[in-house]
């Protein structure tokens, strides 16, 4: 299994809702990230997961919270969203014998 | 600091025309250099990578070379196809850390028939 899953594939919601986004890879990576993607620019760094643990928070607001609850699972938990957080979530995974990162098919969240 | 800079599209070329993207790099230490491929309302694809001097990466008749001497990992196809219009992204990542990717802006490249 070389894939790296999102769920859900779209997802709509008003300011005051809390959602969930969804990562699965079961390649044994170790490693994980979330990327946030606008129209038209390159995917943003916004967390990294090594081992569990979160290693890196690119100054993410805190209506986003990053949770990994093992080792292939990554969610990102959505509250009090912005228009402006509207936009493509891409998961991302990485192996420890290359450094190349695997990516998943994405969210494409719209905040009304 | 690191960075990379991507030929600006958009690229539109005729089926079967031979296509380069432009891509240079500035990096602190020795990277890894990958292009990557995102089609319409889909995630990236890793289209292929080079991780030292001289290393040519290739997959589905696109060929990129890492060139240390003037920095850069161009990406070539001598014949183009209507089915690889995307977005196409080139993309550095260091070995130390959390090997992050730093990526370029992207070129649009539209093939028409």
């Known amino acids: ?112 | 600091g690191n960075s990379v800079t991507q030929m600006e599209g958009p690229v539109t070329l005729s089926e079967e025309a031979f296509l380069t993207i432009n891509c240079t790099y500035t990096a602190t230490g020795y990277p890894s250099l990958f292009w990557y491929v995102q089609y319409p309302g889909e995630g990236l694809q890793l289209l292929l990578k080079a991780t030292k001097a001289d290393d040519k990466g290739s997959n589905k008749g696109f060929e990129a070379t890492y060139r240390k001497e003037t920095t850069s990992f161009h990406l070539e196809k001598g014949s183009v196809q209507v089915s690889d219009s995307a977005v196409y992204f080139c993309a550095l990542s260091l070995i130390q850390g959390a090997q992050k990717l730093v990526f370029g802006q992207g070129t649009r490249l539209t093939i028409n028939p």
Not at chain 1, 88 to 107: D, M, W
């Open chain 1, 1 to 112: 299994d070389t894939e790296v899953t999102q769920t859900p594939k779209h997802l709509v919601m008003g300011m005051t809702n809390k959602k969930s986004l969804k990562c699965e890879q079961h390649m044994g990576h170790r490693a994980m990230y979330w990327y946030k993607q606008k129209a038209k620019k390159p995917p943003e760094l916004m967390f990294v997961y090594s081992y569990e643990k979160l290693s890196i928070n690119e100054s993410v607001p805190s209506r986003f919270s990053p949770e990994c609850p093992n080792s292939s699972l990554l969610n990102l938990h959505l509250h009090a969203l912005q228009p402006e957080d509207s936009a493509l979530y891409l998961c991302a995974s990485r192996g420890t014998r290359g450094n190349e990162q695997f990516f998943g098919p994405g969210t494409r969240l719209t905040v009304l």
